[in-house]
């Protein structure tokens, strides 16, 4: 792959959070050898972002649905990056292309079910090539899934033993753009949306009936089932309520855990991880009991086909996004604790100023695509790991170091 003209290519480039992605690398890799273009399915569009970010960079032009196109962009990367949503529509041939160029991905997808046809279709052949095709780099579900793999990794550096549970409590303030929510509404309106339930939906094939009898089997299926109700947290000393994301987070984070175990190295025996939204006082209960009525309405009315179609056209559409004032003064907090067999807690912290949704997303993406491209050779797993990977399988401390560096914070302290 070295002969490739290039060693990244931003796919979506003209869209929302794509244009983001231009304006990130033109800050943070223009002095740097890297070879990178953007590319997408008008030209003109792409043109008028080039220049409005005021960087001198190739624009490539395909359709997603134009196969032959596609194959022509990704067989001059090395990696590929796309911003470009809903990608069940959107994302197939970009993915079916990369696994057959040996060419890494990443996304910013938080659509589970399509995931799972990802890891049917291609994790056996990626995983043989040593592709690594990595969905879910964005707020979906880097802080969830890294933070997580830190901290288990950290607690069993430092105590020498196995880790039975993490749960991860956010905290945040931002605002949604369209293409999110376009691709959550694509996801209610196909037959997906009935596979979000499954816990385990994400594990290794080999494994995901396994899991699901060893959840009941061994009596921690409420522990793996999703939140519903709101409840006091001893860890935390607060009340926390279901985090609307936690359906898509946690299958991530388990299916790391599966990979892990695959590899021979695993979180812990019986391991669970759970999420949750954490509310401080005052008024800590009333927020969390409101909080959870609130998201019980919305996603049942989202189940509903006449309610979707009276509330797609009032929604943001898809190239419309919060104002810069909305996406830099927001932030994200996700702190996590692990608790190893022996019942002490290893806590963690993952927290960043800007938006979650946008600017949030755009470093965690950004970042994991650099990774790939700069240091292949660090990477977990060494060059032979490949498949359907997770940021925690597939990046592991070299985009938790990059983030770092990127000026986000990422802590871990033992606590008991």
């Not at 802080?143 to 430092?158: A, N, W």
């Not at 019942?343 to 600017?359: A, E, F, S, T, V």
């Not at 990127?406 to 008991?416: D, F, L, V």
């Amino acid at each position: 792959m070295s002969d490739r003209p290039y060693d990244v290519v931003l796919y979506g480039a003209s869209g929302f959070v794509g244009k983001q992605t231009v304006q990130y690398f033109a800050n943070h890799v223009s002095s740097k050898p890297m070879r990178w273009a953007i590319a997408g399915r008008n030209r003109q569009k792409l043109e008028a972002v080039r220049d409005a970010v005021g960087v001198t960079v190739d624009v490539l032009v395909a359709d997603s649905q134009d196969q032959s196109a596609i194959d022509a962009i990704v067989s001059q990367t090395r990696v590929l990056l796309t911003t470009a949503g809903p990608f069940a529509l959107y994302g197939n041939a970009l993915v079916d292309a990369c696994v057959r160029f040996k060419t890494h991905y990443v996304d910013i997808t938080g659509e589970t079910p399509w995931v799972r046809t990802l890891i049917d279709r291609y994790h056996a052949q990626a995983a043989a090539d040593g592709t690594r095709i990595i969905p879910c780099c964005g707020f979906d579900s880097v802080p969830s899934d890294l933070g997580t793999y830190l901290v288990i990794r950290h607690l069993q550096r430092e105590w020498g033993m196995p880790c039975q549970q993490v749960n991860a409590y956010f905290q945040m303030s931002g605002g949604f753009n369209g293409g999110t929510l376009a691709s959550a509404l694509n996801l209610y309106n196909s037959a997906g949306v009935a596979q979000m339930n499954e816990p385990f939906l994400l594990n290794p094939s080999t494994s995901q009936i396994q899991a699901q009898n060893d959840s009941l089997r061994d009596g921690k299926a409420e522990r793996d089932r999703d939140p519903q109700i709101p409840s006091f947290d001893c860890n935390l000393n607060t009340w926390i309520a279901p985090f609307f994301m936690g359906p898509v987070n946690t299958r991530i984070v388990r299916r790391s855990s599966a990979l892990h175990e695959e590899w021979q190295e695993p979180y812990g025996p019986g391991f669970t991880y759970q999420e949750y939204l954490k509310f401080d006082e005052p008024l800590a209960w009333l927020k969390a009991t409101g909080v959870t009525a609130g998201l019980a309405l919305f996603t049942g009315a989202l189940k509903q086909p006449q309610v979707r179609s009276l509330v797609q056209p009032i929604l943001p559409q898809p190239g419309s996004g919060p104002s810069e004032q909305t996406m830099n003064e927001g932030w994200f907090s996700c702190e996590l604790v692990g608790t190893a067999v022996d019942g002490r807690k290893m806590r963690g912290l993952i927290r960043d100023q800007g938006d979650p949704g946008n600017r949030a997303t755009v470093k965690f993406v950004c970042e994991a695509a650099l990774s790939l491209a700069l240091q292949t050779d660090e990477l977990p797993g060494g060059q032979t790991r490949g498949g359907i990977l997770t940021p925690a399988t597939g990046l592991g401390d070299v985009l938790a170091e990059r983030l770092r560096r990127a000026g986000m914070t990422i802590e871990m302290n033992s606590s008991s």
